[in-house]
């Protein structure tokens, strides 16, 4: 009896595991949640989909086939759509117009484009290509209008981007915030105006030269024993290492971003890493608030 009863706890156990996982893997899919984390002086440092899969409400509609165009009031912006070749990906949701509630620096409504898709990084390069061209004219910006003067090495892991050019109405920026995760087959465009203007770093604060690739970088963090990052095990072997496009300032160094996971696994982060471009200095970010925590060396 006492056997029974103990493969009867495991089977309840296992069950309620499966079910607690497969929940997680529903809420990822279903609300996805649209949160820009603030760059110093250079660069979007993190970036997850919107909030968008929840309840319906009179602003959600069926996506517009074949769309060409994405318009706020009088501004308009080429669409991913006119890029997407066949297979690539397809528009599945569209959101607005609506205006978040308190958001006095919002003057017009805003619209949300959710995309499924598998790739990334060669599909947004095309449309940069587009979209930073003459015809459309955008820029690349972080979240306070700062002109960002390199254009990021974009991987289909994760990622954000932010274009913009002056608004049709004086005074207000119209933007593209982009972000995509490859772990939910997911991309989100919201299309907006904004109160505020485009402005270039000043000359004290322009990113230097950054001596290291990204490769370079990578190649230094997997040479590096797991406690060099205060994380666990005998070897970088044991963890995936994906880096965040862009470069951001701690301290007086411009350092890479990456985002550190247990390999093979596609779960939570382990560790956030920033290295600096001259690989001398390296700092680590609390993975549950967000905040740089300590200098490693």
């Known amino acids: 009896m ?11 156990k296992k069950e309620k595991g499966e079910k607690k996982k497969g929940g997680k893997k529903k809420l990822l899919v279903l609300f996805l949640g649209l949160i820009l984390l603030a760059a110093v002086a250079a660069v979007v440092v993190l970036f997850v989909l919107p909030k968008f899969f929840g309840e319906q409400d009179e602003t959600e509609k069926e996506p517009p086939k074949g769309l060409q165009t994405y318009e706020v009031g009088e501004d308009t912006a080429a669409a991913l759509d006119t890029i997407l070749e066949e297979g690539e990906g397809r528009l599945i949701a569209h959101r607005g117009p609506e205006k978040p509630k308190g958001d006095e620096s919002q003057p017009q409504d805003r619209h949300t484009y959710i995309y499924e898709m598998e790739s990334y990084a060669a599909v947004m390069d095309r449309y940069l290509d587009l979209m930073m061209g003459e015809e459309q004219g955008f820029v690349l910006v972080d979240e306070e209008y700062l002109h960002l003067q390199e254009r ?60 290291a690739t990204v490769q370079e970088q990578l190649d230094t963090l997997n040479a590096m024993e797991p406690s060099q990052l205060t994380l666990s095990g005998s070897s970088m072997s044991e963890y995936d290492i994906y880096p965040v496009e862009g470069f951001v300032r701690i301290d007086e160094y411009y350092c890479r971003r990456f985002n550190i996971y247990a390999a093979g696994e596609s779960g939570d982060i382990v560790a956030i890493i920033f290295l600096s471009g001259d690989q001398k200095h390296v700092f680590r970010m609390d993975v549950n608030d967000n905040t740089i925590i300590t200098a490693l060396w």
């Open 2 to 12: 006492a056997r029974v009863k103990k493969e009867k706890v495991k089977k309840e």
């Open 152 to 211: 990021p090495e974009l991987v289909d892991e994760e990622g954000a981007l932010i274009l913009a050019r002056a608004s049709v109405l004086e005074g207000n920026v119209f933007q593209l915030v982009i972000g995509w995760s490859q772990s939910s087959g997911t991309l989100a465009v919201r299309v907006s105006t904004a109160e505020g203007g485009i402005h270039e770093p000043k000359n004290d604060t322009a990113p230097p030269v950054i001596a």
